[in-house]
């Protein structure tokens, strides 16, 4: 803690977060995550560097931050879809992971041999009654449900543009709809 009372291994955490930005958007009928592609070495095999994840086959999450504990609770979140399927024989809710996530992360920022996750998620995906989702956690473990959502350093920008288009974005008739707001806010 700071002397005023801050967690500042939560606020080193949240300015990792700002080093990439990462969009979402939740329509009636589908649920559309996007990246800020940035230029990769010419060396660097593409693939590694992908930032959007399968968690299920229902369920999908990106991310805004540092790569390497993005990997961890991408990891962590496959296990527990996993687990929860065969232990309930049907696969887990959007907002089960979700929560199991920010649970994690809430965790680390009380552990003493560990630092807050510097990654912030947008997890989106149908549950069982094919509703599409889409939630957003932060380093510091709290979770939002959202019909769009940014993370990352355009933040504001994209939240404005969101924000002033909710209601076509809402109406979007499908995926490709839906996509072309979030190539908008992106490039």
Known sequence: YSPDGHLLQVEYAQEAVRKGSTVGLRTKECVVLGVEKRAI???????????????????????????????????????EAQSHRLNFDRPASVEYITRY????????????????????????GFDEDGRPRLFQTDPSGIYYEWSANTTGRLGQTVNEYLE?????????PDAASAMKHVMRVLV
């Not at 965790?107 to 990654?119: E, K, L, N």
């Open 41 to 79: 070495d010419s060396l660097q095999i593409e693939r590694t560097s992908r930032k959007i994840k399968k968690i299920d086959q229902h369920m999908a999450m990106t991310f805004a931050g540092l790569t390497a504990d993005a990997r961890v609770l991408v990891s962590r979140a496959q296990v």
């Open 164 to 172: 002033k288009n909710t209601a076509v974005i809402s109406r979007a």
């Open 101 to 124: 996530l920010a649970r994690l992360k809430q965790t680390y920022t009380q552990s003493v041999a560990r630092r807050p996750f510097g990654v912030s998620c947008l997890i989106g």
